[in-house]
């Protein structure tokens, strides 16, 4: 079966598949749904030392990760004409959104740069034409754990991971809303109830209901998901 490819270019290879091991993933990846191969950017290091970092170039704090040796990685993962976009987790980057994420589903794969220190060379960007991408407006250590979270995204969408194929399309952000919220039993809990229409057995009347609750809370939340998108 020719499931999702993910190959993630890492000095750190054991923090893969962590969490992507169990649950969900865990599962559809022992089903064969997707793979992950963790490469050790050290091992294309060529000097005795197998250094992977140097000084920056104009000075200042810190270590930036070399061209050269992450090319040698890259070309070895993904060589001419390997189809799989080539990522590059960093701040820098455009913000995941759940239409990108979609993408990446639908096609082959990804190969998923993870920086560490001050981050990569800027020549490797462009050589190799990375697509940087950003979880958040906030610095991690190193990109493994935006990599986690990008493929964590992307999983759940393939074809058969998910039970229930409808709960995708009702998620947050599909319709460009936040999703309503939700209650199960107990019928009432420390003295709350549940709203009664969601009791009443009318389709129609909760459908109606969870879109005002989801026009409301993404109002009151995420304005900004309410404005016209601008690609
Ligand atoms: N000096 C950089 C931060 C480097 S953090 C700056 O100020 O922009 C080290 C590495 O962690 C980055 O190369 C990137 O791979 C990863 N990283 C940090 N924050 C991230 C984020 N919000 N999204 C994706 N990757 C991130």
């Known amino acids: 079966m020719s499931g999702f490819r993910a190959t993630v270019l890492t000095l750190y290879p054991e923090m ?23 490469v050790q950017i050290r091992d294309f290091a060529t000097d005795r030392h197998r250094t992977v970092d140097d ?5 200042g704090a810190g270590m930036v990760m070399r061209a050269d040796v992450l090319a040698r990685a890259i070309d070895h993962a993904a060589p001419a004409g390997d189809a799989r ?8 980057g455009k913000p995941l959104t759940q239409a990108r994420v979609r993408e990446l589903a639908d096609g082959p794969g990804a190969v998923i740069l993870c920086g560490r220190f001050e981050g990569v060379d800027q020549r490797l960007i462009e ?71 969601l009791t009443s057995g009318n ?29």
């Open 85 to 92: 976009p080539k990522l590059l987790m960093s701040p820098r």
């Open 55 to 59: 000084t920056p170039a104009g000075g």
């Open 127 to 197: 050589a190799r034409q990375l697509e940087e991408v950003s979880i958040g407006d906030y610095i991690l250590s190193g990109g493994e754990p935006a990599a986690l979270v990008l493929l964590d995204a992307v999983v759940r969408l393939l074809p058969g991971v998910m039970g229930n194929e409808e709960s995708g399309v009702q998620e947050s952000f599909e319709n460009g809303l936040l999703e309503h919220p939700h209650y199960t039993r107990p019928a009432e809990f420390e003295g709350r109830t549940i709203p009664e229409i």
């Open 203 to 231: 389709h129609a009347r909760i459908a109606a209901w969870r879109h005002a609750e989801s026009e409301r809370l993404t109002a009151e939340r995420r304005p900004d998901l309410l404005q016209p998108v601008t690609k």
């Open 16 to 38: 893969f598949p962590g969490a992507l091991g169990v649950s969900l993933a865990g599962r559809a990846m022992q089903a064969g749904s997707w793979s992950l191969d963790a």
